[in-house]
């Protein structure tokens, strides 16, 4: 098993800067992806970026240019750096680590953080 914690959520104004932090802790050395996704209102959950394991990342055009994941492998910690933040990147944010056996996939979420951005 794998526990996720999300932090660092808030209300900000647009133009705004936010970094958010994701902490596992559990069987954390069967993980092959961390990933970050976004819900906003009304809508499915979206995916928004990802750090392999070997370190590589891709992020969803929509982000990229403005958002960065990153993980500090001696923390057990990932984080998205959110910067230029637009009032459609409101909604609640969430962390995932993801694990393959053979061809299928395994997920776990964190309980999501909520991310408020004003006009």
């Known amino acids: 098993q794998v526990q996720l914690v999300e932090s660092g959520g808030g209300l900000v104004q647009a133009g705004g800067s936010l970094r958010l932090s994701c902490a596992a802790s559990?069987?954390?050395?069967?993980?092959?992806?961390w990933g970050w996704y976004r819900q906003a209102p009304g809508k499915q959950r979206e995916f928004l970026a990802a750090?392999?394991?070997?370190?590589?990342?891709n992020h969803v055009d929509s982000v990229k240019g403005r958002f960065t994941i990153s993980r500090d492998n001696a923390k057990n910690t990932v984080y998205l750096q959110m910067n230029s933040l637009k009032p459609e990147d409101t909604g609640v944010y969430y962390c995932?680590?993801?694990?393959?056996?053979?061809?299928?996939?395994?997920?776990?979420w964190g309980q999501g953080t909520q991310v408020t951005v004003s006009s």
């Open positions: 559990g069987s954390i050395g069967s993980i092959n992806t």
């Open positions: 750090v392999l394991s070997n370190g590589g990342t």
């Open positions: 995932n680590a993801r694990r393959w056996v053979a061809t299928i996939p395994y997920d776990y």
